[in-house]
């Protein structure tokens, strides 16, 4: 079992992630979900403790708080607790991972449950919107299907198959436990130990490969009544371990990353033609990508994909300062800073690089690398993203059909 441990003497807290290599990229089509659902049965009770509310009161009875996650390659399952909880938290988790019942009455419950929410997130044009832009992204890829599943999928899911998938996944060779705060090391390597000794490694299933094949642009939309019509924008980039990441990241910042971001002050400052403009972007093992969400009034949908799509032209034409990266620097180190000042983060951090990037970086080392990039690596990465060809674009909203070769049309400044 991986183990990495943060001391953190001054803090008077102890953070404990459990990351598990295993996401939605591994499922089967007929199984989508599988991971999501997994993550929920985990709380549904184990031999110790026999039903959800005996493991939250565990980890709440003493001032903490429990949770878990699902993404597309990793499951986390995470407790944070005053220090002087530390033996009992860690024993919460392990007995979750160890000693979960998985019976068929919970599944049948918790399937209703995910069923619910699989129901919030379409009437959520926020989410909507991204799991749209998802599907036309990775067309016919399981980067392409949602976190939570479908609802025949999800039904179809049987008490066999997650055993099946928790035997094949959690296993200690694709587990990571971090922890950060006031704990010592030789305490947590002694709690893994006795917890994980005997537990036996296998290898571990592949996941299907993102092949680049698209030559064309592509777009996704949905019609729906909302009072605003919101747009998901999303290029293929770079994958996690790729040189040009951090370059990436500072486009990122320099775009669409808080009040003083390109984007904002042209879209929302300037014109007032959004209250929520913003990027973000998404790592992978083989791929990336570069979004830009957007909710804009219906009516100025056109000449907001036009200013976005200007924006993106205009970076890429040589228009960065010094002076403009050296401020995304600055926001980027203060940020990373602030953030692991938190044992929860900073567990986060250091199970997130040694599971999904195999080895420990420091903040110093992060630095570093933002340090490096130049005016001639954001430009370099501009171009290399903002592509008409392999433009994706996600709508939702009150869209009529007549309008999508107007907006067609607009791809033309890339």
Request: charge should be positive.
């Amino acid at each position: 079992m991986q183990t990495i441990v943060k001391e953190m003497p001054f803090t008077k807290s102890v953070s404990i992630v459990f990351s598990i290599g295993a996401g939605s990229r591994y499922e089967e089509k007929e199984c989508q979900g599988i991971s999501h659902l997994i993550e929920h049965m985990l709380f549904k009770g184990t031999r110790r403790r026999k039903n959800t509310l005996e493991i939250s009161r565990a980890v709440e009875g003493v001032g903490g708080a429990i949770n878990a996650s699902t993404s597309e390659e990793c499951t986390l399952l995470y407790v944070k607790v005053p220090w002087q909880a530390y033996q009992k938290a860690f024993d919460v988790l392990a007995d979750i991972i160890l000693n979960s019942y998985m019976r068929n009455e919970d599944l049948r419950n918790e399937k209703t449950v995910i069923l619910e929410e699989i129901k919030k997130c379409n009437d959520s044009p926020e989410e909507l919107v991204g799991l749209l832009l998802d599907k036309v992204m990775w067309k016919n890829h399981s980067l392409g299907r949602g976190i939570l599943g479908n609802e025949k999928s999800v039904k179809a899911i049987t008490r066999e198959k997650i055993i099946s998938f928790i035997h094949k996944y959690y296993r200690p060779n694709n587990i990571v436990i971090s922890v950060a705060g006031k704990v010592q090391k030789e305490e947590v390597v002694k709690s893994v130990q006795q917890y994980f000794g005997n537990m036996k490694k296998q290898e571990i299933g592949e996941y299907q490969p993102f092949l680049k094949n698209q030559n064309h642009y592509k777009i996704n939309i949905k019609q729906k009544r909302t009072q605003q019509t919101h747009l998901c924008f999303g290029f293929p980039s770079v994958p996690r371990m790729h040189s040009e990441k951090y370059s990436v990241d500072l486009l990122d910042v320099i775009l669409g990353s808080g009040l003083s971001s390109r984007l904002f002050q042209e879209i929302r400052e300037k014109r007032s033609l959004a209250y929520d403009i913003h990027s973000y972007v998404q790592y992978f093992n083989d791929i990336g990508s570069f979004n830009i969400y957007a909710g804009v009034d219906s009516e100025k949908l056109k000449e907001s994909i036009h200013v976005i799509l200007n924006e993106l032209n205009r970076i890429k034409e040589f228009t960065l300062m010094e002076e403009e990266l050296h401020k995304a620097k600055e926001m980027y180190k203060g940020a990373l800073l602030l953030n692991l000042e938190s044992t929860l983060n900073q567990a986060f951090w250091l199970g997130n690089k040694l599971l999904l990037y195999g080895k420990i970086y420091t903040e110093e080392e992060v630095i570093k690398k933002i340090e490096a990039v130049d005016v001639k690596n954001i430009m370099h990465v501009a171009k290399g993203i903002f592509q008409k060809n392999t433009t994706n674009l996600s709508i939702v909203g009150p869209f009529k059909e007549k309008d999508k070769e107007i907006i067609s049309s607009l791809f033309e400044v890339l």
